[in-house]
């Protein structure tokens, strides 16, 4: 499973690089973590339906940490 993601994260970035088209990149690893952090946590949160203890077991995270992630994508 991992790998399929790793890989789709490659291709997407390789394809970032390519479509840039000589521009100068920035602030691609807040980009990237910024692009996978809220789908998952999406997915996460409506496989615990809505349980933020839950999804924060399901994470490995702290609740609070969930909490803040939730409010910084506005998933509240």
Do not use: W
């Amino acid at each position: 499973m991992s790998a399929d993601i790793s890989d789709c994260v490659r291709r997407s970035l390789n394809r970032y690089f390519r479509d840039l088209d000589g521009n100068r990149p920035h602030a691609i690893y807040d980009m990237v973590l910024h692009a996978v952090e809220k789908p998952m946590l999406e997915v996460v949160m409506k496989q615990a339906n809505g349980n933020q203890t839950v999804a924060a077991e399901i994470l490995g995270i702290n609740r609070n940490t969930l909490r803040r992630k939730l409010d910084d994508h506005d998933l509240l």
